[in-house]
């Protein structure tokens, strides 16, 4: 589809060169006073008119859809790759260099961009046309045209490299240069006193080059159609018609190579979009095993050696951690900050892959799946919980699988069902991030969401780190209902919210330092469990 712009182009060129062409011929015939002559001089010209508007709407049209389907191309794909990227990325990567692409660099790639690439190729076309004419009229010109297009082009290219750097400069110091710019327009009389006129007409280096080459231009056809006159070997009209084409040519070289400079420059944008596309590291979608519509069945996990590094040169986040959770087991997980708990979830979940090790998920490893497959079994209810801008309904069941009856239903178990009637229903707005709920609804509509999936593995991560009392009772009830057969994973802040587990996991420094129910546990003097019980402020397991 970008080929046809090309095409559309060629072609008013021929048009424009046609249109050129039929008023020497008339003019060449004015003096026989036919009036045949006169109406099939104007029909053709008309026609060419006619065929030149057709052809520049069809030109318009084309350009508009091409370029619109490339962006909506680069688009696509810009987002699809960052939707898939890894969490490493996300880390290291600020938000506003993510968004800038997205934002200005698009931009350039929407609008910008198919501007000045317009302009630029009719320039170009603009260009051969009129050389095509001049060279048609005064064949003798073509000696003299061959080394000025060489001096142009060493001219222009000089000029590119110079000016794309000027451009990145630009970017970055944009006001400044405006500001310069207006002192140096009223500061004219103090440059020529302190005799800096040179640096300033510095910047006319490249017009003061092309008005040469046109002068060169203008005074060669000039020469030569004196000496074709004088062999009788030129055509008047022709003649006049390349003089008429000369005197412009300086602001035909001029836009050409300022449009080719900025069609350059916008470019980058396009490259830039395309490094994310083509480079960005993303998750593997692939999955070798197939597993059944059921799975898991059970709920058993296995780590078995895991070994995370977030980033080479940092310490291991986990290493060689080893435990193995029965099905429909309790575990809370506990440890210091930076212990490695929510790394635990992490790969359980293949936010991060692992360096060595394997997780087991019912005797499946977990590296052979398919990753929506596997998030889709596994359930969470994250320490914050998020919530999308739309309905109720939206943010329960985004994938429409289920019955609203369904969605009640679990909104009931969540002690959520009167406020979602009072408010409005299924339908309710709910607002961005939650912000018209608050924190303790919002961890209830999270922990609504996970009681839809009917997974039989749950990870709360600190879900009642930051909520009241009333609402850590409300959930830790829904939970131990509703997940009595199910096998739970709780990352807990409050020591005295897995008290009730089947085994505490002690995380510290990355390793398992014990596993074991929380009665022996906190029996045990020396154990770290014991240690966090006492050292904990309010039963806290943070420093």
């Not at 004015?30 to 053709?44: I, M, R």
């Not at 396009?270 to 059970?298: F, K, M, N, Q």
């Not at 490695?340 to 005797?363: A, H, P, T, W, Y």
Request: aromatic content about 8%; some cysteine.
């Amino acid at each position: 589809m970008m080929c046809a712009p090309f095409c559309s182009q060629s072609k008013n060129m021929l048009y424009y060169l046609s249109s050129s062409r039929s008023p020497v011929r008339w003019a060449e015939s004015a003096g026989q006073n036919s009036s045949g002559n006169l109406t099939f001089y104007l029909s053709v010209y008309g026609g060419i008119a006619a065929a030149n508007s057709i052809f520049t709407a069809l030109r318009a049209l084309l350009f508009a859809l091409g370029t619109v389907h490339a962006a909506t191309t680069i688009h696509r794909r810009l987002l699809q790759r960052v939707l898939r990227a890894t969490v490493t990325f996300f880390d290291s990567t600020p938000v506003g260099r993510i968004i800038n692409r997205f934002s200005s660099d698009m931009y350039c790639v929407d609008d910008f961009l198919p501007f000045i690439l317009n302009i630029f190729l009719a320039n170009i076309f603009g260009l051969l046309g009129m050389l095509v004419m001049i060279s048609y009229g005064l064949p003798m010109i073509l000696p003299v045209l061959l080394p000025l297009g060489l001096l142009y082009y060493s001219i222009q290219r000089y000029y590119r490299h110079t000016s794309r750097e000027l451009k990145r400069l630009q970017s970055i110091t944009l006001s400044p240069i405006y500001s310069h710019f207006s002192e140096t327009l009223s500061g004219l009389s103090t440059i020529r006193a302190t005799r800096h006129a040179d640096s300033n007409t510095a910047v006319q280096w490249l017009d003061i080059r092309l008005q040469m080459i046109g002068v060169v231009v203008v005074t060669a056809i000039a020469v030569i159609a004196i000496i074709q006159h004088q062999r009788r070997a030129g055509d008047p009209g022709l003649v006049g018609l390349s003089l008429s084409y000369a005197l412009s040519i300086t602001g035909l070289l001029s836009g050409l190579i300022s449009s080719f400079t900025q069609t350059e420059a916008m470019m980058v944008s396009v490259e830039r979009a395309e490094e994310y596309s083509t480079t960005l590291p993303c998750e593997p979608r692939e999955g070798i095993v197939t597993v059944e519509p059921d799975w898991p069945r059970h709920g058993r996990i296995d780590f078995r050696d895991a070994i995370l590094c977030y980033r080479p040169g940092l310490p291991n986040a986990l290493d060689g951690v080893n435990f193995t959770i029965s099905p429909g087991e309790k575990i809370g997980i506990v440890g210091r900050t930076g212990s490695g708990k929510s790394s635990l979830f992490l790969v359980l979940f293949r936010m991060m892959e692992l360096n060595s090790g394997q997780i087991l998920i019912d005797g499946t490893s977990t590296r052979e799946l398919n990753l929506e497959d596997l998030r889709s079994r596994l359930a969470i209810i994250p320490q914050d919980p998020f919530l999308f801008s739309g309905s109720v309904r939206e943010n329960l069941d985004p994938l429409s699988r289920h019955m609203d009856s369904d969605l009640m239903d679990v909104l009931s178990q969540c002690h959520l069902q009167d406020l979602v009637e009072r408010i409005g229903g299924l339908d309710a707005d709910v607002g961005e991030k939650g912000k018209n709920f608050s924190l303790g609804q919002r961890q209830l509509l999270c922990l609504a969401r996970a009681l839809l999936t009917h997974a039989k593995i749950l990870c709360i991560d600190e879900a009642t780190a930051s909520v009241d009392h009333q609402t850590d009772q409300l959930l830790q009830q829904t939970i131990r209902k509703r997940f009595k057969e199910r096998t739970v994973l709780t990352i807990a802040h409050r020591l005295n919210t897995i008290m009730d587990s089947d085994r505490v996991l002690v995380m510290h420094a990355g390793r398992v330092a014990e596993m074991d129910s929380p009665k022996t546990l906190s029996d045990k003097r020396d154990s770290h469990f014991y240690r966090l019980i006492n050292s904990g402020q309010n039963g806290s397991t943070e420093d």
